[in-house]
């Protein structure tokens, strides 16, 4: 198991688990991600068509508990877990750092001792990769960096150790 590092020009430094993002509601499935479109979120109006949805179905079916609810999606999350490629954005682990007012950059680190320096706010786009085909990365991880665009998804920089603002 290896930890990532977030250090440096940081007011925070914060120790990032790989192995736990799995469970993690925000992970993104990798293998759609870049090719599904991006509509903008509409809180409100999801929240009404939930509302609409929920009372709707009462009606027809009578009340169910929150767990008969989920039951079904449970099975399906758990088949795409076992077989899915995912990552996870950067920015909210790097805006949780702050980077100091002074940090112009943020520098990755690889497992050959390459290091990706990139400017702050692009880093901020990027992703990591920390499974694939249902299983953690083994030796090539624990992640693997994902520029904002996916243009190297391919041939992502593999083997991040550590994160530093400078």
């Known amino acids: 198991m290896l930890i990532i590092p977030i250090q440096g020009k ?4 914060i120790s990032l688990d790989p192995t736990t993002w799995i469970f993690d509601d ?3 499935d990798l293998n759609t991600y870049f090719t599904e479109e991006k509509v903008a979120d509409d809180k409100m109006g999801d929240y009404i068509k939930s509302t609409s949805k929920h009372w709707s179905r009462e009606l027809m079916e009578g009340a169910k508990t929150q767990e008969e609810l989920e039951k079904p999606a449970r099975k399906f999350k758990k088949q795409e877990l076992l077989t899915g490629t995912f990552g996870i954005a950067l920015e ?3 805006k949780n750092a702050e980077a100091e ?4 950059a943020v520098v990755f680190a690889d497992k050959d001792g390459g290091e990706h320096r ?3 706010e692009e880093a901020y786009g990027m992703l990591f990769q ?4 249902g299983k ?4 090539e991880g624990p ?16 083997g991040i150790r550590s994160i530093t603002f400078v």
């Open 10 to 13: 940081c007011k925070y430094r």
């Open 26 to 28: 925000r992970k993104l």
């Open 92 to 94: 909210p682990f790097l």
């Open 101 to 104: 007012e002074d940090a112009e």
């Open 118 to 120: 990139f400017p702050i």
């Open 130 to 133: 920390f499974s694939r085909d």
């Open 136 to 139: 953690p990365l083994g030796e």
């Open 143 to 158: 992640a693997f960096l994902i520029l904002p665009d996916g243009s190297n998804l391919e041939a992502p920089i593999k």
